[in-house]
């Protein structure tokens, strides 16, 4: 068999060739950035909608975007860059945004490698997402909807996968501000216009672009291969060639006992072999027990070269056909060489491969020497090979269990942040209470994010950041606190009914910044849409959002939380569960007394659907409480000991037992060991 072998280098070098130092957009000074209340940061949501500078007056034929590409096609990069910019900000003068510029600024920027440009291309491609005009940029923004599916984590508990799927079939105009609020959320660095990990998707992009189009009908006009790149960057292992059995292989299991006949048989064998081209990759941080396997080859031998779910794909259907037998000196289906030829082939990279291809050899030798036999009986190798492929009908052995590869997520930040946002009621007056809890992640043994460690070496900074409906950032709020057991800051904001999206980020300020930078440690961050704020009519019953976490240990100071517990979503099965809810507008009854029910259930589940487990049925509890006030504020703890490890949605219902009016909240949760 003719192999080589190859690892695909990383996406791209960080080197400037030839890019220009960033002008305009990405010069631009950061605003927003101001110490104050959120009240201010409101002020300046209205000011901002209501300035209107003076619009720049552009030719009616004037469409930068094309006339971007003509310079593009004349090799004029440089200028089609400078053209992008200056259109970009001349529509945004005007209130309007093209998402094709962005997309095309950094397609060209990442496959130049032009570095200069990088700030830039950052800032406009969030930017070109600001509008709401789906019917005339469609194409541009299903196109790049398709490009984040594959970097979706299927086991999300937000199901964000079938959300993203059913938008982009409807054609959903939502989608504009959804891609935006999503590089958004993945930009390691919110405190600058550099999206590092924007730029690594377009970089691998512009990799896979060079390296992987035998095909182009992914989502990133390349292969399947390009597909994994993106996701996760380049493989640990890797192997490719071109299937077919040499003439050694061909004796072995073809003796010719000193005759012509197996010669020609040989030939009629070679007539089932069509080469297929493949390669295999291998990663090793995909799955915490062993390396994640993918195969690419040409589907059916003579197919497209795409991802395959097992060897047999590599094998050509007149293998299988009963008329094949007659080509083999064994008379068994030709398929069977063919596949004792592959898993030789594939088996020099380990894996699966190789203990599968050991057991078919082993099985082959014993029947071929021992017996005298010319091949084993069809029904064993029929077995051999129905049972590979139930194998791999149920997915691989050690399949990936992250979404995607990248220097700039997963366990890169310098510190555990747990953030929450609940929305309550003050008086008459909505709130929304945002509360972040942080440690060092360098002082942490373990994940456990309650477990408290002395700061030696600095301080750490919480930073909330608001943005608009159209998610552009309108006013940051900073507090800076230090402690021996960890950082607690609370945000109360008084909760306005427009759309808003907030960003909280925890970061360790000292004289350790060489520190941070060496070891490419990145701010703790948590992102949040609150809904809206709650209703403040006395005639009917309203709740807060749920609060969950744990009892408050001994070494924290109960006045710096604003809830009786500390907050998290991810609990461990030997510690109670702590709840907190406020009911409000609860209706007395002839004694003066409100009575309310509060109805639990905790049930496991796998995004949004429930797993029902007969050894594990859902946690349901039911109390019945009294208040002299029409406002009731409640602790419940919950034990979870029992229940198995996973993903669970709590569900809280209150009633009012007087007027029979009932509301439900609900929450996800985390239970670990």
């Known amino acids: ?52 500078a003076a619009p720049a007056v552009l030719h009616a034929q004037t469409d930068p975007y094309v006339e971007g590409k003509l310079l593009l096609a004349d090799d004029d990069w440089v200028q089609a860059l400078e053209v ?51 019917e005339r940029y469609e194409p541009a923004v299903i196109a790049e909807a398709q490009r984040i599916l594959p970097l979706l984590d299927p086991d999300d508990d937000d199901d964000e996968v079938p959300v993203w799927e059913e938008m982009i079939k409807k054609r959903d105009p939502a989608l504009i501000r959804r891609i935006k609020r999503f590089w958004i959320e993945k930009d390691p660095t919110p405190g600058t216009a550099f999206n590092e990990r924007l730029i690594e998707h377009w970089e691998r992009i512009a990799y896979a672009r060079r390296n992987f189009t035998l095909q182009k009908d992914s989502p990133y006009d390349t292969d399947d291969r390009g597909t994994i790149y993106v996701k996760y960057g380049p493989p640990d292992k890797s192997q490719a060639g071109i299937m077919g059995a040499d003439d050694f292989e061909l004796r072995v299991r073809t003796p010719n006992n000193g005759g012509s006949r197996f010669a020609d048989t040989r030939r009629e064998l070679r007539r089932y072999d069509f080469h297929p081209q493949y390669e295999v990759w291998g990663y090793d941080e995909l799955n915490g027990q062993d390396v994640t396997w993918f195969l690419f080859g040409n589907y059916e031998a003579t197919g497209p070269f795409r991802l395959l779910k097992s060897p047999r794909e590599l094998i050509h259907p007149s293998a299988w056909s009963p008329s094949s037998r007659n080509a083999t000196p064994g008379n068994v289906k030709a398929a069977y060489y063919m596949e004792l030829f592959i898993y030789g082939e594939l088996a020099k990279i380990g894996g699966p491969y ?12 014993r029947m071929q020497g021992a017996q005298f036999r010319l091949a084993p009986n069809e029904e064993s190798l029929e077995a051999f090979s129905l049972r590979f492929k ?30 929450t946002a609940t929305r309550v009621l003050e008086g008459d007056e909505p709130r929304l ?70 960003t909280v980020l925890g970061e360790i300020v000292c004289c350790g910044e060489d520190r941070r930078r060496d070891r490419r440690l990145y701010p703790g961050q948590a992102h949040f849409m609150p809904g809206p704020p709650l209703s403040t009519d006395p005639a009917h019953l309203e ?52 009575r309310m029910r509060a109805d639990f259930r905790l049930v496991r589940v796998e995004g949004q659907r429930e797993i029902l487990d007969l050894d594990h049925p859902p946690v349901t509890l039911t109390v019945d409480l009294e208040s002299q006030a029409p406002v009731a504020k409640r602790v419940f703890d919950i034990n979870v000991r029992d229940q198995v490890i996973g993903h669970y949605r709590l569900e809280v219902t209150i009633t009012d037992l007087v007027s029979g009016e009932s509301k439900t909240r609900q929450v996800g949760l985390h239970l670990i060991q």
């Open 84 to 134: 992008w910019e200056r259109g970009a900000q001349a529509l945004a003068r005007r209130g309007e945004y093209d998402p094709r510029i962005g997309v095309a600024y950094i397609e060209v920027a990442t496959e130049h490698q032009a570095t200069g440009f990088y700030e830039t291309a950052s800032e406009l491609f969030v930017q070109g997402f600001s509008g709401t005009n789906m």
């Open 390 to 419: 139930q194998e791999d009908d149920f997915g691989p052995e050690y399949p990936a269990e992250v979404a995607v590869i990248s220097d700039y997520e997963g366990p890169l930040r310098e510190m555990e942040l747990v953030a």
């Open 354 to 365: 190789a203990r599968r291809h050991s057991q078919l050899e082993t099985y082959w030798d």
């Open 433 to 502: 209470i945002i509360t972040a809890l942080s440690s060092p992640r360098s002082s942490l043994p373990g994940v456990r994010a309650l477990e408290r460690y002395k700061l030696d070496d600095g301080t750490i900074r919480h930073t909330l950041i608001v943005r608009d409906e159209a998610l552009n950032e309108v006013g940051r709020i900073n507090e800076r606190v230090s402690s021996e057991t960890g950082d607690i800051s609370t945000f109360t904001l008084r909760h306005i009914a427009r759309p808003m999206h907030f």
């Open 543 to 594: 709740i807060s959002d749920v609060v969950t976490g744990l009892p408050i240990p001994d070494e924290f100071d109960p006045a710096d939380l604003v809830f009786p517990l500390v907050p998290s979503r991810t609990v461990w099965r030997r510690d109670p569960l702590r709840v907190y809810l406020e009911a409000y507008h609860l209706q007395p009854a002839a004694d003066g007394v409100h």
């Open 1 to 52: 068999m003719r192999t080589t072998r190859s690892t695909p280098p990383p996406g791209g070098t960080r080197a400037d060739r030839g890019g220009a130092p960033p002008r305009g957009i990405g010069r631009r000074a950061r605003n927003g950035r101001r110490n104050a209340t959120f009240f201010a940061a409101v002020c300046a949501v209205g000011v901002l909608a209501g300035t209107g």
